[in-house]
């Protein structure tokens, strides 16, 4: 049973450049969510997508932008980088968001962006 | 405003020495809190999830427990290999949905 897998591992890019980090759930999974990882820090919430929607977003500003694909894959796009973006980013998926049940999130192993 | 607070920030043991990890939380309405594991420069690792208070989980040398402010993970007789960042993460309602909310982690180092 495969796990969430992202690609690329390692990305460097220059100030003012885009990205795009990609993103595939574990199997049985429909929700990813994205989460950015300074170091020595917890994961910061960046957004999260199920059936192809964004449904809920943390504090981070519009070059952050996302999407879902029907096979539940994501990716993530970030614009006009700077310095501060770098981090690791990590990908998580879940089951559906329900009000009556709890679940937790299984993560991939992060996509380590540098900006220069 | 919902907050997870770690403690301590680092931790070192000697192999066999065991001790707790501390999570702290102020959210409105709880519906969950996590543990995970986190190697440097890799994923997080789920752990456990605990749901309501006096709620106990165990593997193998961890145990994770609930009240309901915090949560401590006890590592009974580590080994080097248990060296690791441990995060804590707590899930609850926003918005017609959730939100997931992680603390900054304990880093534990477990010396030979």
């Known amino acids: 049973d495969a796990g969430v897998t992202q690609s690329p591992t390692h990305l460097i890019k220059t100030r003012g450049q885009q990205v795009t980090l990609r993103c595939s759930p574990k199997s049985g999974h429909d929700t990813v969510s994205w989460y950015q990882q300074a170091l020595g820090q917890g994961p910061q919430f960046i957004f999260q997508y199920y059936e192809e929607e964004e449904r809920q977003r943390g504090n981070f500003p519009d070059r952050f932008s996302g999407h879902q694909f029907p096979n539940y894959s994501s990716e993530l796009n970030v614009n006009a980088l700077l310095l501060g973006d770098s981090a690791l980013y990590l990908c998580a998926s879940s089951l559906a968001p329900s009000a009556y049940y709890h679940y937790e999130q299984y993560f991939g192993p992060g996509t380590r962006l540098t900006v220069t | 405003e919902d907050q997870v607070t770690q403690s301590p920030e680092a931790l070192r043991l000697q192999e066999g020495e065991s001790s707790s990890l501390n999570c702290s939380y102020t959210?409105?309405?709880?519906?969950?809190l996590f543990w995970y594991r986190q190697d440097p420069g890799k994923g997080p690792e789920f752990l456990f999830t605990?749901?309501?208070a006096g709620e106990e989980k165990e593997k193998e040398r961890l145990k994770a427990t609930l009240t309901k402010k915090e949560s401590f993970l006890h590592i009974t007789a580590p080994k080097p290999e248990d060296s690791a960042t441990y995060l804590c993460a707590v899930q609850a309602p926003f918005s017609g949905t959730y939100k997931y909310i992680f603390g900054t982690g304990t880093r534990l180092k477990v010396l030979a």
């Open positions: 605990l749901y309501s």
């Open positions: 959210v409105s309405g709880l519906r969950g």
